[in-house]
């Protein structure tokens, strides 16, 4: 069967490409971007783990980046709605996957954070997170600290006070764009040419996912690769019915007290009603209310919940919330600023175990377990 997207066909294909340190891509992943002002080196990588698991970056030294990304589950920490940082605090989002962020165009679910240094380092100082009230914390250690110092000397040349959190962030973010993944049973039936590496039911699914499910036009598939992702934000109408009576009024409120200094990553992590704001506590756009960034679906049969509060448990919950055109039940009723792609898909039962089949084989091998 050869599918087409857009009118074009898809073959398959496969890439090779080195950034800084030899890597070949998993198969229906691009080259990695990596930022000219920040190369991968093997022991920056090296460094960036290491910072990545370190506990005493927050205030009871129990909270590091891998309390809410572990590997062994896939990078978030499923199956939590949301995260639990210092002293069982609670935010308002779940946690996305580290997987694949590299490709990302924006980081965290508004895409308040334009790259992966940005990215990292927001928890280290969210009271609801790591809790830090500045950074200071972190330079005392990775100043003093043996291992440390040898590690910063090697990788940026740079020691006791020359060290500052810059050289923390760049390290940390080298070593989540060695998170990627690939190689799913999808990867090799379309880009790989093995038609059995996918079942009957998950090749239905595929042409569910391009045709009347219209998932492609958000979960991206080109002729070369596959991000699933289209790195915009998407009003679904999830949860949007908290703020949707007197979200003008809070919005005009929220963007008096930006102007007057409030921390949006502080903001949204701390007050529900603020986090459903979603884009819109980021760019004042009331054309971005509610509006949350379209989340990769690789692996996401292994990192539920779903959604960008977590308030979906399962796939048969999410296929069901777009089948019935972003509700929950069909006589729920719609709110204004909902994204005009969603609308009911009146899917058949079939079609929908087919699309879940199909989800399902997007996990890449080493997550399979």
């Given at each position: 069967m050869k599918l087409k997207l857009f009118g074009v066909s898809l073959l398959a294909?496969?890439?090779?490409?080195?950034?800084?340190?030899?890597?070949?891509?998993?198969?229906?992943?691009?080259?990695?971007?990596?930022?000219?002002?920040?190369?991968?080196?093997p022991e920056k990588i090296k460094l960036g783990d290491k910072l990545f698991h370190d506990e005493r970056f927050s205030t009871t030294g129990e909270v590091s980046c891998a309390t809410c990304h572990?590997?062994?589950?896939?990078?978030?920490?499923?199956?939590?709605?949301v995260s639990v940082g210092i002293n069982n605090?609670?935010?308002?989002?779940?946690?996305?996957?580290?997987?694949?962020?590299?490709?990302?165009?924006?980081?965290?679910?508004?895409?308040?954070?334009?790259?992966?240094?940005?990215?990292?380092?927001?928890?280290?100082?969210?009271?609801?997170?790591m809790g830090l009230e500045n950074y200071q914390p972190i330079l005392d250690i990775v100043r003093t600290d043996p291992e440390y110092q040898q590690q910063f000397?090697?990788?940026f040349g740079k020691s006791g006070e020359e060290?500052?959190?810059?050289?923390?962030?760049?390290?940390?973010?080298?070593?989540?764009?060695?998170?990627?993944?690939?190689?799913?049973?999808?990867d090799r039936y379309l880009y790989g040419g093995d038609k059995s590496a996918m079942d009957e039911s998950a090749i239905r699914g595929l042409e569910v996912f391009v045709g009347q499910g219209r998932c492609v036009s958000c979960h991206t598939i080109s002729q070369t690769h596959a991000l699933f992702t289209d790195n915009r934000f998407h009003n679904l109408g999830v949860s949007f019915d908290?703020?949707?009576?007197?979200?003008?009024?809070?919005?005009?409120?929220?963007?008096?007290?930006?102007?007057?200094?409030?921390?949006?990553?502080?903001?949204?992590?701390?007050?529900?009603n603020i986090?459903?704001?979603g884009r819109f506590a980021v760019t004042d756009n009331y054309q971005d209310m509610g509006s949350?960034?379209?989340?990769?679906?690789?692996?996401?049969a292994v990192t539920s919940p779903y959604m960008h509060d977590g308030s979906q448990d399962s796939l048969d919950e999410v296929i069901e919330f777009y089948s019935n055109g972003g509700r929950i039940n069909e006589d729920d009723p719609i709110n204004p600023f909902q994204s005009g792609g969603i609308r009911p898909l009146n899917l058949s039962d079939q079609q929908k175990d087919d699309l879940l089949a199909f989800m399902q084989a997007l996990t890449s091998p080493e997550y399979q377990e």
């Open positions: 294909v496969t890439t090779l490409a080195t950034f800084g340190i030899a890597q070949a891509e998993p198969l229906g992943l691009p080259p990695v971007p990596i930022p000219a002002d920040n190369p991968q080196t572990e590997r062994e589950k896939a990078f978030t920490d499923t199956p939590l709605s605090l609670t935010g308002t989002r779940n946690a996305p996957t580290v997987i694949n962020s590299a490709y990302l165009h924006s980081q965290f679910w508004d895409g308040r954070e334009p790259d992966l240094e940005g990215q990292s380092g927001q928890p280290f100082i969210n009271p609801v997170e000397k090697t990788v060290i500052s959190i810059e050289e923390v962030k760049k390290a940390i973010a080298s070593f989540e764009r060695t998170i990627i993944s690939g190689d799913s049973p999808f908290l703020i949707d009576k007197d979200v003008k009024a809070m919005a005009d409120e929220f963007s008096r007290a930006k102007k007057k200094g409030l921390n949006v990553d502080i903001a949204v992590l701390g007050n529900k986090s459903e704001l949350f960034r379209t989340p990769t679906l690789r692996n996401v």
